[in-house]
């Protein structure tokens, strides 16, 4: 537990904006472990009433030091947290940032819809002013862009899968309903799986970064995932 924490505040330290999925707790836990950094940087959560689940989202002072720039907004409980970062002039917000962090897992169709209406809301706002608005969607999805990524013999294998039911066919309708979404976007892919199965030596790539960018820029910028 402690070398967990730890390992967190290391990462909320080094980066402009952290996602945690699966962070089992409650605001209390979170205050106690990370007292000593809410005010550096800022940090937005929600959990469930069971303890399941949980994310948070932080957002370094240093990046955007006026907290009334920053909306959270809790779209499923412990799963899905919109986060938008907006810089007003004259009163208006001409730049806008949205962070998505998204634990697909357990949430029903209806409200899946609920929540790739509003993704697709930021979709077509960025790609509408694309040099003043930006998008990243990320978190663990649950469902992978490739098959079965073998370690012993670097190539994608078909066969069973790591997670059952983490391929297209096998996910769920409202699984396949924000693949759908997100495929309108551009997926930043490290070409390597995020989840390792030690009985197989194989892994999956089910945690996945996504952007509303113009592929003409992407090429011109050092990505770090």
Known sequence: MCRKIKLLIKHLKMNSIFCVQEAH????????????????????SSFSSQGSGGVLVSVSTKVVPNYRCITPDILEVGRVMKVTISDCCRGHFCKRQVIYNIHNFGIELPSMRKICAKVKEDIVFTKNDPLCCSLFITGDFNFSNRDKFSFSAPSEVPGTTLVDGTTYSEISSASKLLAKIVGETIELDSALPTRYDTLRDTGRKLDRIFVCLPQAFCPLIDWSI
């Open 25 to 44: 707790g409650n605001s209390a836990l979170l205050n106690k472990h990370l007292r000593k950094l809410q005010l550096d940087p800022w940090v937005f």
